[in-house]
Each structure stands twice: as C-alpha cells, then as structure tokens.
C-alpha cells in the first residue's frame, strides 16, 4: 500500500494531534460499518496480532471486525488500537485511517472527497486550503486508490462537507 497520501497529511495534521484525540478509532454499536475496511494482507495481519478476532467480509476484498453486540455502553475502539502506542499495524494502517479525516464517498453514483465533523482540527481550517490540498496534493491519489479498491467507498453521511467531486474542482458544503 503507498503511504504517500498519509505522510502528505502531515502538512495538515500533525500526528500528536492525531495521537490525542483517537476519535476516529471509536465506533457506536450502531456505526460499526464506519471502521476501516481491512485489505487481506491487513486482515492477516490483525488476525496474528489478535488471535481471537473475528472477521466479516466487505464487499470483494475487504474485511471488517466482527464485533460482539454485547459490548459495554455501546462503545468500542478498534481492537488495532492500543491506547499507548497507535494504531498496531503502525505505517501499514488500512487506508481509510491513513487519509482520515478525509474519506472517500459515494452519493448519487458520483465519488467525492469528503470531510468528517469528527476532527476538530481539521474543521478549523480554512476549506480553501484543504481544497487546495486536496487539488495538488491528495485528491487524485486517493480518488485512484479508491478506483482500485472499491471497498474504501463509503455511503455518503450528510454530516459530511464534500471537498472535491471526482473530475470536479468545486466546494459544495450544506449551509
């Protein structure tokens, strides 16, 4: 998998930003098909780190965990994470988690490039520098990854601001 979109998310975000909050690692019971789509080799990985996880599959390629319905206060983390140390798949993270808080979208039969509320970082910035980003750095990457593996395309949460269309250039946001 290439890093190259995670590490350009560096110029946005730092990672100790990231480090502290672990937002993005905390799913509902009820939004448990929110959490990153696992590659097989990923799926390998978490089942050699966590022997007892379970898996269900994702669409043609891609796994989820399967998680127990009996989970206390209806919360849980995703079980890659350890609170201390990251994200134990390290640089080798599913690609979601590398490009989050951006993700990739699907509304109307159209992809876009959308941001999550959930990162108060990010939802401080300037949308045209993300835009900016997004245009010269990462939009085109991620929209090719996404090509390749249509597993990291998700339902479209109205929640959401979309940043960039697929061969588009504008901003559309809810107001």
């Avoid at 206060?73 to 995703?78: I, Q, T």
Wanted: net charge negative.
């Amino acid at each position: 998998m290439n890093h190259e979109v995670m590490y350009l998310l560096t110029k946005l975000l730092s990672r100790n930003a990231c480090a502290d909050c672990k937002e993005c690692c905390v799913f509902s019971r009820y939004s448990t098909w929110e959490q990153p789509a696992l590659s097989p080799e990923n799926r390998q990985k978490a089942q050699q780190l966590l022997p007892d996880a379970k898996f269900i599959s994702k669409g043609k390629e891609s796994f989820l965990f399967r998680i127990r319905e009996d989970y206390p206060e209806d919360l849980f983390l995703c079980p890659l994470l350890d609170t201390e140390k990251g994200c134990l798949l390290g640089e080798n993270k599913p690609f979601e988690c590398q490009i989050y808080p951006f993700q990739v979208c699907e509304l109307n039969n159209r992809i876009a490039v959308t941001l999550s509320p959930l990162c108060e970082v990010m939802m401080q910035k300037p949308i045209g520098s993300l835009l900016e980003f997004l245009k010269q750095e990462a939009g085109e990457k991620i929209f090719a990854y996404a090509e390749l593996h249509p597993d990291v395309i998700r339902p479209y949460d109205d929640r959401n601001l979309i940043l960039l269309w697929r061969n588009e250039n504008y901003v559309k946001s809810k107001l």
